[in-house]
């Protein structure tokens, strides 16, 4: 998969896409990832990216000629253009496995008051990782970035993605313990040690679903 962000602080974006399963991916050639500088398609001295909001009012407005520019030098009729906003639709694990089918997604990151509105009839999609506010677009796209790169064939191991999928089937994780099987006087659960693979499943089951019903009621409406 190629991802192409598009961003006014792509410093940020050095860090959580360098480490651990991104790294892999990356390495591996099965993510093609690259941050550009928004400002590289400004003309003027002080390249320009933002300006004041037409019937006044705090904060600055994101222009829509660098973004113009930038969407149509980097997108294609096969990419995925994305944007960044608490307006959009909340993402979740079903949007990731969608996404990660792509063959190239474009992320587009605003900071300030907004996008100017023109800028939204180059979007797919609007996309928001949860209800509250943040300085810009770029923790967003990393965190999504991170959920679908771990989808993506060949970046997980079997074992880890066999286990994906029961996650994914909408309930939450059941207990995990290692080794000791005693400390500090907290005991593992005598079925995790009894090798009965049967009571195991049912324990675990159980568990999923309890803590799903005491935790995230809403996730089993
Ligand atoms: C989010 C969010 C966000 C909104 C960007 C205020 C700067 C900021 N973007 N999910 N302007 N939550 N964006 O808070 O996606």
Redesign the pocket.
């Known amino acids: 998969m190629k991802i192409d962000v598009l961003t006014l602080f792509p410093e940020m974006f050095t860090g959580p896409l360098d480490v651990s399963m991104v790294a892999r991916a990356r390495k591996a050639g099965l993510l093609d990832l690259q941050i550009r500088n928004l400002r590289d398609w400004t003309h003027d001295r002080h390249k320009t990216v933002d300006d004041r909001p037409f019937g006044g009012g705090p904060g600055m407005v994101l222009k829509p000629e660098p973004v113009f520019e930038a969407v149509e030098a980097l997108a294609s009729e096969k990419t995925r253009v994305l944007m ?3 307006t ?1 639709r909340v993402f979740t694990q079903a949007m990731a496995r969608e996404l990660a089918g792509e063959e190239h997604l474009l992320f587009l990151c ?5 996008f100017d509105e023109r800028i939204r009839t180059l979007i797919d999609d609007e ?4 209800d ?6 770029g923790l ?1 796209a990393m965190v999504i970035i991170d959920a679908v790169t771990r989808l993506l064939p060949g970046v997980l191991g079997h074992d880890e993605s066999a286990h994906d999928e029961s996650f994914s089937h909408g309930l939450l994780e059941y207990p995990h313990y290692t080794r000791p099987a005693e400390f500090r006087e907290m005991k593992v659960p005598d079925v995790l040690l009894s090798g009965n693979h049967a009571e195991i499943e049912k324990w675990r089951r159980e568990q999923s679903k309890r803590r799903t019903e005491e935790r995230r009621p809403d996730l089993l409406e």
């Open positions: 960044m906003a608490p959009g605003g900071s300030y008051e907004g996309l928001s990782i949860g509250y506010v943040l300085t810009n677009g967003p």
